[in-house]
């Protein structure tokens, strides 16, 4: 399949006329279909990728059906553990839809999806959870934009609701009733599309962008739970890597690029954020970040940096280390997303954009392994940030970066 296929136009394929996985073992359940059941009886609508205004490319998703991926005119869902704890994150993701020139939305009415109350405190209820769901693709379908999920947790909690709304006909007759009061239909897209699904759909484009050599950089990745782990048949896979046993998203970046994949034994584990103990037991949380993710990596591979795909996972693996680094456990890993590691090759500021400066462990080796000059960086970035101070401009805008 040539990595930018645009999907032809016409109504989906049925779950019976897909190919099966490679075990033979395909639900026989195929949420579009049903979503398109619901949407025929009236229950709902469903926001459908527009070929000519979303550009969408086919991919394969772990049961071998096909997953249109949207890349023009999308609606973006930011995470609040981005904005708040990894600001660079999302400009990254931001920068990249810039440089390769697609349209986006950049909504000002989004509310956060609240899974981590779901998860980790169980103090809401179904019909709270699928109405905030659904406000913010309502909301998206009024814009025009077809929404792209930030955060790993959105995109899992997403799709976890999907399910529910799709099998119970009591929470969709609640939805209804709570949407009405806030004068918004009930919509649901037909994918629920991960940004790090975009930018592995655009990894060649990335790569024929690319200003930095990464063929030095040594790379570990981790695959984030609530992208691969829930609702399994939906995330991305790949033949050529790693036989299509685990999933191909930024993996499939990171050897696009030039850099070398390199392997550990304790990839399927979770980074430790695991959300109700990153609350109630953060020792553990750190414990299991470093010794049986961080400290793996080291011993077996040895990577210049590790690049994963989600909020929690960037930022456990990452700020988790200067507690071991103190006890002088054997860490000292730098940890980004797939959106600052590719920004980064296509030759986007270390600190303007990448915000490189708001991660625990010391980048500049990496950055000079990249061919970054990060003292004349950093003085750039602090001239702007004068500039702030002083009054003269009030933000570091795209033409400054």
């Not at 399994?232 to 994949?261: P, W």
Request: include cysteine.
């Amino acid at each position: 399949m040539s990595p930018l296929n645009i999907v032809p136009s016409g109504p989906p394929p049925k779950a019976k006329d897909r190919v099966f996985d490679r075990k033979g073992q395909m639900p026989e359940e195929y949420y579009k279909d049903q979503l398109f059941e619901l949407e025929a009886k009236g229950e709902l609508i469903v926001h459908r990728i527009d070929d000519e205004k979303q550009k969408p490319v086919e991919i394969e998703t772990k049961f071998g059906r096909t997953k249109k991926i949207a890349v023009d005119n999308t609606w973006h869902h930011k995470s609040c553990g981005q904005c708040g704890h990894i600001p660079g994150y999302s400009t990254s993701i931001f920068w990249l839809a810039r440089e390769l020139g697609y349209s986006y939305h950049d909504p000002k009415d989004q509310s956060s999806c609240t899974a981590w109350n779901y998860y980790a405190s169980s103090t809401s209820n179904p019909a709270a959870q699928a109405a905030v769901a659904v406000r913010n693709f309502a909301q998206a379908y009024e814009d025009g934009y077809f929404p792209l999920i930030h955060c790993g947790t959105s995109y899992g909690h997403y799709k976890e609701v999907r399910e529910e709304l799709i099998h119970h006909r009591e929470l969709r007759d609640q939805l209804k009733r709570v949407m009405d009061v806030l004068g918004k239909p009930v919509v649901f897209p037909e994918e629920i599309v991960h940004y790090s699904e975009w930018v592995h759909v655009m990894r060649h484009r990335i790569a024929e962008r690319q200003q930095r050599d990464f063929s030095g950089i040594t790379a570990t990745v981790h695959p984030a739970c609530h992208y691969h782990k829930l609702v399994v048949e939906d995330a991305i896979y790949d033949r050529d890597l790693y036989d299509g046993q685990r999933t191909a998203v930024v993996s499939g970046l990171v050897k696009a690029l030039g850099a070398e994949l390199a392997d550990y034994s304790t990839w399927h584990d979770c980074c430790g954020f695991g959300f109700r103990h990153i609350l109630v037991s953060r020792d553990f949380s750190r414990s299991f970040a470093t010794i049986r993710k961080i400290e793996r990596m080291k011993e077996e591979a040895d990577p210049d940096v590790t690049v994963t795909h989600d909020t929690g996972c960037v930022t456990t693996l990452d700020k988790s280390q200067f507690a071991a680094q103190a006890h002088g456990r054997n860490v000292g890993i730098p940890v980004m997303s797939d959106a600052q590691f590719a920004a980064l090759a296509m030759g986007a500021h270390p600190y303007k954009i990448c915000q490189l400066h708001w991660h625990g462990v010391d980048m500049k080796p990496l950055m000079e392994k990249m061919g970054i000059d990060h003292e004349a960086a950093w003085a750039e970035f602090e001239e702007q940030a004068a500039r702030i101070e002083a009054g003269e401009i009030d933000f570091m805008s795209w033409d400054d970066c």
